[in-house]
């Protein structure tokens, strides 16, 4: 009888083989995401960063290139510090930090190596590695930092840092992972694409404390690193830093172009700050300070800043003028039947000497003309065709539109059109009378300097601009993005431009810009006076030089700093002059540029605007009279004061 | 006398060749275990543990042919003597132990340890057998003639809890194989099955679900029952056994949820689902799961193992050998293992069958059983069917003591059982 329970146990032993067998044919056959844990377990994917594409200026000068650096990483389970004193005072940390960065890294991983310290320079990797050997668990990885050969350019060529979480989710195509490093604004974010480089990949196989272990499959899988491409820009480093040194203790821009190619030639943001500050392991601190700062440093007032053109904008009335023959070059206006002021000045007989000596008068009848030369009875269906039809034509010029500058954030400024009043005061229920003040570039008009520098160089083109860019060529073979070398016609003939130019030389030669006339360089410039509600007016200036074979076309705004032969004016010419010979000659008005100082001006938002008697004394040099408006204007804002 | 013909000619040479076939898998799988790509050392480097376990099969030989020539009766005879040499051991340790690993089961002989915990597997099989083997003793009648067995049982298993080694502990529990093919009712091994089965899934699943199902299949089992039976009080019996089950099943439940403080069931939990907790008690389980399961069906071949080589996996060349066979032989070398022992507990089964003694029948068992239990326990923590118990593979696993132990324990009965044809017929 108990001899047939030996089937019954050989029977129990069967079933569990048997289930063994089953169990060990699904997890070993049949369910697959095992192998995947064992290969995310045991192989590593070892990133190799590459290095970011170097950006050169004109002249082949290194602006932007990788200075090597040093990662410390620590491993919790092997760490080793007996002496955490003097370990905290050789790595020039607080004990705080140490128990805080060791508190963070354990959090992670005991058994993989986290970032302890960050971007150790090779002088701080040399002086502390030998001491670094006392304490096990520690070891260097090499990285590399962005360095900037000089102080400057800071927001043109923007900052890298580490991927915020926000781009981390919404990067479109999975490439960027925690703690990569990112373009974040100007050049770098632009050409974030060709700058990155390629990632390798190298598979290794580790053991459990992530110790390596050799290669996987001997390297077959492996991709090597291909550094990012470099970049070419139309930058002129030399004077840039010149611009740069005219800039000091000023809020604005300057904005240099080469009216031929429209390459940038030089690109202030003032005031600015050594890019060099954000490429460092203190970026969250110097960070922090930037966006603090009042004077917003990181805005980049080129692309990004608004202002009136003011009288600046008469170039283009007049050419506009000249081509819908409205006037002609001999064209003359008293000041008689105007609403405007203007100052003493000769007589205004031509375009030439309109534009010379910035008559208000003069281009308030250019613009009325423009507005009413359809033969519409009623005036207000007259000025709504007229706006229009001029908004056309100014469009031409990029005003109210982005150019299209490899540069982030660009602002697109305004034009206003029928349908912008039409906003205000519904259809036809405006006309001429109540947007006057754009003739003379102030109203509702907004540009950007970059656009100013870009009217510059359509003058001096006699017609035809090429999109402003940076960045002309990418990589070894200097590839260039075919939308810059689009030529852009603003239908405005050349033999039109000739008055316009000759009135532009009068207004250096002898006009409201005479005081920083350059010898032995024909300058073509015209001033402006963009009028500022919170303070002291901004001072405007756009020239092209030489003449006849122009190189460079610039803009330059300073903001408080009243007429546009002021501040604005000098600063331009001493860059035109730096670019074209290489040196300056007016020592003393260099001097007096250097030394000036525009930022203590500067109202800064929440504080109280300066009592009106301050803001109406102009500079001595250029003697005008106060602002006293006589009508207030559709939008009820003074009327300009327009030099 | 034909007791003069070599030993060669009645040894069970299929028993012999699937150990020997264990022992040659067992050592590969080590050496691959221990391999390190960096750090060539051969297979017969005493340094690593596939030379050290080398130097054991060695001994192991030895104490084989010291087996095998001592006289068979030697072991009956001085049965109890043993077991009383391995209950002083077992004392001995708890005072003169070295520390290893936490618990104190060690006696350490120059630069080797032995565990005695190993040898009370033999020394209570020994003992069994030889109370068995009083034909008057009679496990289907008398209540009373379980309780020298309890003893026997209980006074080495109490040691051994004293030194903390459960999973040696643990083993005893194999002996009910043995007593059931001796005589013990087949109800109290099954309710003892019934009642672990229970408290495993209650703290698996939902308890409600449990109880449904258990009312499902009592209503299957009352519909399938013959008429006669279900008069008989088989309808009764059945819903009775029903309520108990599910008493039992909330009864866990209430202990689990109202009784056990949060840690303590966390620490039940992490047994039945590692994954609760896969950077500690669970690791283990996770790890080797994948290790196994990452070695499909042919495996990643020899030395190629990644989990098992780099350390994922914990005491990979001792309790988780298996998992090495797992990752560098696939499915076709985990079978392969597979079934070499349920080919050599059947086989021990078969060979215990016809012993014409009943004192070699039931060690034949007691070496049945021993070895299913420890195959059972080790190879179901590694595929995640039974909870992480630390006890070895059989005749796989590195160690000097288990390896010994389990061949002195095999070649016994090996020895008793190639004298078969002139034992007497007692029992």
Known sequence: ?643 | MAENKPITKNVDWMVVLIYMACLAIGWINIYAAVYNPEVRTSMFDLSNNAGKQLMWIGTAALLIICILVIDYKFYETFSFIIYAVVILLLVMVLFAGSNINGSRSWIKIGAFSLQPAEFSKLAVSLAISKYLSDPAISLTRKLKDYYPIIGIIALPAFLILLSNETGSMLVFASFAIVLYREGMPGFIPAIGMVMAALLIITLLFVKWYIAGTIIVIAGLVIWLMPVMTRRRGGLWATIIIAFVMIGIVFGVDFFMNNVLQKHQRGRIMVLLDPDSDPRGIGWNVIQSKIAIGSGGFTGKGFLQGTQTKFDFVPEQSTDFIFCTVGEEHGFAGTAVVVFLFIALISRLVVLAERQRSRFARVYGYCVAGIIFFHFLVNIGMTIGLMPVIGIPLPFFSYGGSSLWSFSILLFIFLKIDAQRPFTLSRG
């Open chain 1, 1 to 643: 009888m108990l001899e047939n329970r030996r089937f019954v146990i050989i029977g129990f032993f069967a079933i569990v083989g048997l289930i063994y067998l089953l169990r060990l044919f699904y997890l070993q056959v049949l369910d697959e995401s095992y192998s995947i844990e064992s290969s995310s377990n045991s192989i590593k994917r070892v990133i190799e960063i590459p290095f970011r594409g170097q950006i050169y200026d004109r002249k082949g000068k290194l602006i932007v290139y990788n200075t090597p650096v040093y990662d410390l990483l620590v491993t919790p389970y092997k760490a080793r510090v007996d002496d955490t004193l003097r370990f905290c005072q050789v790595l020039g940390i607080e004990r705080h930090d140490f128990d805080s960065l060791m508190a963070a890294a354990s959090a992670y991983s005991r058994v993989k190596p986290s970032l302890f310290l960050r971007q150790l320079s090779k002088e701080d990797f040399a002086s502390i590695q030998d001491i670094m050997v006392d304490y096990g668990g520690f070891e260097f990885a090499k990285s590399s930092l962005r360095t900037y050969t000089a102080p400057t350019l800071a927001n043109t060529l923007g900052y890298v840092s580490e991927i915020t979480k926000t781009q981390l989710e919404k990067q479109e195509e999975p490439y960027y992972r925690q703690s990569d490093y990112i373009g974040q604004s100007g050049i770098e974010k632009i050409y974030e694409n060709e700058l990155r480089g390629k990632r390798g990949t190298k598979f290794v196989m580790q053991n459990v404390a992530g110790v390596y272990k050799g290669s996987w499959k001997n390297g077959e899988l492996d991709t090597m690193a291909v550094a990012g491409e470099n970049l070419y820009t139309g930058i002129d480093l030399d004077v840039q830093q010149y611009a740069d040194s005219l800039m000091v203790n000023k809020v604005g821009s300057v904005v240099a172009i080469e009216p031929k190619t429209g390459k940038i030639i030089s690109m202030v943001s003032a005031p600015t700050y050594d890019p060099n500050i954000l490429a460092s392991r203190y970026f969250s601190k110097n960070f922090a300070a930037l966006v603090r700062n009042p004077y917003k440093p990181l805005f980049n007032r080129p692309v990004m800043a608004s202002y009136r053109p003011g009288s600046t904008f008469k170039l283009i009335q007049a050419l506009i003028g000249l081509q819908e023959g409205v006037i002609t070059p001999g064209s003359g206006f008293t000041h008689a039947n105007c609403p405007m002021h203007c100052h003493n000045h000769p007589a205004t007989g031509t375009v030439a000497l309109g534009v010379m000596h910035s008559c208000n008068p003069y281009f308030y009848n250019v613009f009325r003309r423009l507005i009413y030369k359809n033969n519409i009875q009623n005036t207000f269906r007259a000025s709504a065709v007229g706006l229009d039809n001029w908004h056309d034509r100014i469009s031409k010029f990029g005003i109210g539109q982005r150019l299209g500058i490899d540069l982030p954030s660009e602002y697109k400024g305004n034009l206003p059109d029928k349908k912008y009043y039409d906003r205000f005061y519904g259809e036809y229920r405006w006309k001429f009378s109540n947007i006057y003040s754009l003739s003379i570039g102030e109203g509702e008009l907004l540009i950007t300097p970059l656009k100013m520098a870009n009217v510059a160089a359509i003058i001096a083109n006699r017609g035809y601009f090429y999109t402003p860019h940076v960045i002309h060529g990418i990589g070894d073979k200097k590839v260039i993005n075919p939308d810059y070398l689009v030529r852009h016609e603003t239908g405005v003939d050349a033999h039109n431009f000739e008055p316009v130019i000759e009135g532009m030389i009068g207004a250096v030669e002898g006009g409201t810009a005479r005081r920083s006339k350059v010898e032995g360089i024909e300058i073509a410039g015209k001033t402006g006076t963009s009028q500022n509600k919170r303070g002291d007016d901004s001072s405007i200036f756009i020239a092209f030089a030489p003449v006849d074979d122009p190189k460079i076309a610039i803009a330059v705004f300073v903001e408080y700093a009243g007429a546009g032969g002021s501040a604005a004016a000098p600063i331009a010419n001493l860059v035109i002059e730096k670019y074209l010979t290489g040196k300056v000659t007016n020592k003393a008005l260099e001097e007096r540029m250097l030394k000036a100082d525009f930022m203590s001006k500067v109202v800064l938002p929440g504080q109280k605007k300066p009592i009106p008697a301050d803001t109406t004394k102009k500079k001595p040099a250029t003697p005008v009279k106060p602002a006293t408006p006589v009508k207030p204007t559709a939008v009820n804002k003074p009327v300009a004061l327009n030099r």
